[in-house]
């Protein structure tokens, strides 16, 4: 189940003192009221031209297209250009939900977590006298561009302002209400400019328009990232569509990301909790760029009930949902994946298998030293087979390992076995698969039977450049 959060939609316990008190006031008046702006200098303008074309420059590792999306019974969406951050292309989304939607979510473990986290998680409370309306959905608003984090009171205040506006447009309970919110950190969010913009979004929200939604909520990212799936529960066929944003700051537990899944399916808001636990921690939080956990790290799942009908589920476990939990899985994982492809400035996407380790979480670790190692990471970028860097890697993790036991392949070839270099080592043909968009690093540690799979990206000049001029 969602970790309970306080019933105080508050948000954190603010100092009393005058430099707060002034601090507070400044970020309340700043998201509430339009700010003169002085105009951009001809070689800041020129910079920051600079920096949007670069940062649109689709990934190499991109899927070829966006995937063909059905329309998702009880989900309309809408998006706007609200000016929250960028100028001249969509930056808000807003999504309607059925009455009756069960909502599940996990979170950022990161300890200075965005005021719209900590209002999702309250929303996950379990049902009781003070939240009669707990773990149910009416809408969700999304912004980009800016990630309301570390805005002191005034960033729940921004919260507040707009959960209050969608509450009244869908006529539903605040609680009912989902914010996320992904861009630059410290900044006030000008909320007025989301609220400005929602009713005309509610006006104009449909069935469709899965590619735009994706879109809307891209910051650094260069293709916008989507996944559907069709899954049956007793002979009936419901649909699981899901859209994801991340390019940097990707690491578990989760990543600088946002993840929306929908299903028309009708699943309880206990089992739906369970199921998305279950699948996130072989998708989500199997993925590294950087190695960097964000403040708004936020994976939600929505289940309309609104789909083709079937017997009711009561846990997680029923035979009955092996089918969608499988496809579920398939959607997060896709997703999870997509992230990496679009890792800032990757050009390559790296599988890394281990095998052999102490336990699952022993293998967990291993694997997440070598994904998230800068010398590993180079070495692909520069395509140069250096093995002794997994070795390296390996050695470092702190888990166990039996170093005359430790074998290598890279993309399949034999590189290391029983502690040194194989007898069959081809340099030649390991350099050759280091030369492919995608790589695979497979690892047996010697030591037992645990196993874990994580992907990662490649470390460029490219990743520099983006995060050198990203608030430009």
Request: with cysteine; net charge positive.
């Given at each position: 189940?969602?970790?309970?959060?306080?019933?105080?939609?508050?948000?954190?316990?603010?100092?009393?003192?005058?430099?707060?008190?002034?601090?507070?006031?400044?970020?309340?008046?700043?998201?509430?009221?339009?700010?003169?702006?002085?105009?951009?200098?001809?070689?800041?303008?020129?910079?920051?031209?600079?920096?949007?074309?670069?940062?649109?420059?689709?990934?190499?590792?991109?899927?070829?297209?966006?995937?063909?999306?059905?329309?998702?019974?009880?989900?309309?969406?809408?998006?706007?250009?609200?000016?929250?951050?960028?100028?001249?292309?969509?930056?808000?989304?807003?999504?309607?939900?059925?009455?009756?939607?069960?909502?599940?979510?996990?979170?950022?473990?990161?300890?200075?977590?965005?005021?719209?986290?900590?209002?999702?998680?309250?929303?996950?409370?379990?049902?009781?006298?003070?939240?009669?309306?707990?773990?149910?959905?009416?809408?969700?608003?999304?912004?980009?561009?800016?990630?309301?984090?570390?805005?002191?009171?005034?960033?729940?205040?921004?919260?507040?302002?707009?959960?209050?506006?969608?509450?009244?447009?869908?006529?539903?309970?605040?609680?009912?209400?989902?914010?996320?919110?992904?861009?630059?950190?410290?900044?006030?969010?000008?909320?007025?400019?989301?609220?400005?913009?929602?009713?005309?979004?509610?006006?104009?929200?449909?069935?469709?328009?899965?590619?735009?939604?994706?879109?809307?909520?891209?910051?650094?990212?260069?293709?916008?990232?989507?996944?559907?799936?069709?899954?049956?529960?007793?002979?009936?066929?419901?649909?699981?569509?899901?859209?994801?944003?991340?390019?940097?700051?990707?690491?578990?537990?989760?990543?600088?990301?946002?993840?929306?899944?929908?299903?028309?399916?009708?699943?309880?808001?206990?089992?739906?909790?369970?199921?998305?636990?279950?699948?996130?921690?072989?998708?989500?939080?199997?993925?590294?760029?950087?190695?960097?956990?964000s403040t708004n790290d936020t994976v939600l799942l929505f289940a309309t009930?609104?789909?083709?009908?079937?017997?009711?589920?009561?846990?997680?476990?029923?035979?009955?949902?092996r089918d969608f939990r499988d496809k579920l899985q398939e959607v997060m994982?896709?997703?999870?994946?997509?992230?990496?492809?679009?890792?800032?400035?990757?050009?390559?996407?790296?599988?890394?298998?281990?095998?052999?380790?102490?336990?699952?979480?022993?293998?967990?670790?291993?694997?997440?030293?070598?994904?998230?190692?800068?010398?590993?990471?180079?070495?692909?970028?520069?395509?140069?087979?250096?093995?002794?860097?997994?070795?390296?890697?390996?050695?470092?993790?702190?888990?166990?390992?039996?170093?005359?036991?430790?074998?290598?392949?890279?993309?399949?070839?034999?590189?290391?076995?029983?502690?040194?270099?194989?007898?069959?080592?081809?340099?030649?043909?390991?350099?050759?698969?280091?030369?492919?968009?995608?790589?695979?690093?497979?690892?047996?540690?010697?030591?037992?039977?645990?196993?874990?799979?994580?992907?990662?990206?490649?470390?460029?000049?490219?990743?520099?450049?983006?995060?050198?001029?990203?608030?430009?």
């Amino acid at each position: 189940m969602a970790k309970k959060a306080s019933s105080s939609a508050s948000g954190p316990q603010q100092g009393t003192g005058l430099g707060e008190t002034l601090r507070n006031a400044f970020l309340r008046r700043a998201q509430s009221e339009p700010a003169e702006s002085k105009p951009l200098s001809k070689k800041r303008k020129k910079k920051k031209k600079a920096a949007a074309k670069k940062h649109s420059n689709r990934s190499p590792l991109a899927p070829k297209s966006f995937p063909n999306m059905p329309p998702l019974a009880g989900v309309e969406l809408a998006t706007a250009a609200g000016a929250v951050k960028y100028q001249g292309r969509n930056d808000l989304l807003a999504v309607r939900l059925a009455p009756g939607t069960t909502a599940a979510g996990v979170f950022t473990t990161s300890k200075t977590a965005a005021p719209p986290v900590d209002w999702c998680r309250s929303n996950l409370i379990a049902k009781g006298a003070d939240s009669p309306s707990g773990g149910m959905a009416r809408l969700l608003v999304v912004n980009s561009g800016n990630a309301n984090a570390f805005t002191g009171k005034a960033g729940m205040d921004a919260v507040k302002k707009c959960v209050s506006a969608g509450a009244k447009l869908v006529n539903g309970p605040q609680r009912e209400v989902f914010v996320a919110s992904t861009g630059v950190i410290g900044e006030a969010l000008p909320a007025y400019k989301i609220v400005r913009k929602l009713p005309s979004m509610m006006r104009a929200a449909a069935e469709g328009g899965w590619k735009e939604a994706a879109a809307a909520i891209m910051t650094t990212d260069t293709f916008p990232k989507g996944a559907t799936r069709t899954a049956e529960i007793d002979g009936q066929s419901v649909t699981i569509n899901g859209i994801a944003k991340g390019s940097g700051m990707i690491a578990p537990d989760m990543a600088t990301m946002l993840a929306f899944v929908f299903t028309d399916a009708a699943i309880p808001q206990d089992v739906l909790q369970t199921l998305l636990i279950l699948s996130v921690r072989e998708s989500f939080n199997a993925v590294t760029v950087d190695s960097d956990t964000s403040t708004n790290d936020t994976v939600l799942l929505f289940a309309t009930g609104k789909g083709a009908k079937h017997e009711p589920i009561t846990r997680a476990g029923d035979r009955r949902l092996r089918d969608f939990r499988d496809k579920l899985q398939e959607v997060m994982t896709d997703l999870a994946c997509q992230l990496v492809r679009d890792g800032e400035g990757a050009t390559k996407f790296i599988t890394v298998r281990v095998a052999g380790a102490a336990s699952a979480k022993a293998a967990r670790t291993i694997a997440f030293a070598i994904a998230n190692s800068p010398l590993v990471k180079t070495a692909a970028a520069g395509e140069d087979p250096n093995w002794g860097r997994i070795v390296m890697a390996v050695g470092k993790s702190g888990e166990e390992a039996n170093r005359d036991k430790l074998a290598i392949t890279i993309g399949g070839l034999p590189v290391a076995e029983s502690g040194e270099v194989h007898a069959k080592y081809d340099e030649a043909a390991t350099a050759a698969h280091m030369k492919q968009p995608e790589i695979e690093f497979a690892i047996d540690v010697g030591v037992g039977s645990g196993v874990a799979t994580v992907w990662t990206c490649d470390l460029t000049h490219g990743y520099i450049t983006i995060n050198a001029d990203y608030r430009s």
